[in-house]
């Protein structure tokens, strides 16, 4: 079996779930429904102010964005922290390793498969947000970075996913691991916010804490007309809230990706070795 053949397997059994399908049509059916209650309730409460447009446009696309991110990392790990300890348990994982792949092969064509699906959502989302234009407020360089900044955090917590569920043996294990390391990171730099704010240490002067770089929700606001304020100085550069956001989780990736190589194949190094015996020259002399 060579990466081809396992990525067209793969994605042919996701693609053709019904669940495939029905995730993807209640997704955009409850962005569409949230986007027209905003519309509506914002129409009723701000007809005769003319610039009230730009703002329900920007009021939209944050809701949107941070929608579209909290669900894109809630999602992403369902598809790929079983993928492997899923094979283990339907005992179709030695038929993969019996095959001519590779460890890049293997882990690239789970992941890849696995990937898909947030990516399909991200890319069905793409018209509704393109109507935040109608109202302005938010240009299309932010929209490119936000489109990023989902694509990155699907990458990252997918390898995460796939790290677990090639180090654990049960799949509700590593999904709920992989759930809770996700949840974690999430909400750990926001709760030091809090408790920052409470004890009046916030930053250093105008800079915010450097915690906040690698967290997804501060990333995606450093996209936002207002999010000027998450600027790093770091010697002569100035880094923006969601290019370290980008740097740090491309590492990352990267680090899971290997870890996931190490440890899909299994360790032959300590095994013992069986030594092929081979008559000696007495015993044939003897035998002739």
Sequence with gaps: MTFLALLTKELRLRMRRERTVWVIITYILLMGLLGWFVIGSFSATNNSNPYALGQMGTY???????????????????????????????????????????????????LVAGLMNALLLIAASIPLFSLVFFFGGISPVQL?????????TAMMVGTCGLLFSSILTRPAA????TYATGLIWLVTPIILYFIAQLSRNFGNGNQPPLIFIWNPIIALISTYPSGTFFTYTIGSWHIVAWQGYTVLSIVATAIFFWLSMLTIKPNTTNRPHTRRQTPSVTNVTATV
């Design 144 to 152: 490119l970075q936000a489109m990023l900044l989902f694509i990155i």
């Design 174 to 177: 590593s999904t709920a691991i």
């Design 60 to 110: 939209l696309y944050t809701l949107f964005s941070q929608l579209q991110l909290v669900l894109v990392m809630f999602i992403t790990p369902a598809f790929t922290s079983t993928s492997i300890n899923g094979e283990k348990e339907r005992q179709t994982f030695d038929l993969l390793l019996c095959s001519r792949l590779s460890s890049f092969a293997l882990v690239s064509g789970k």
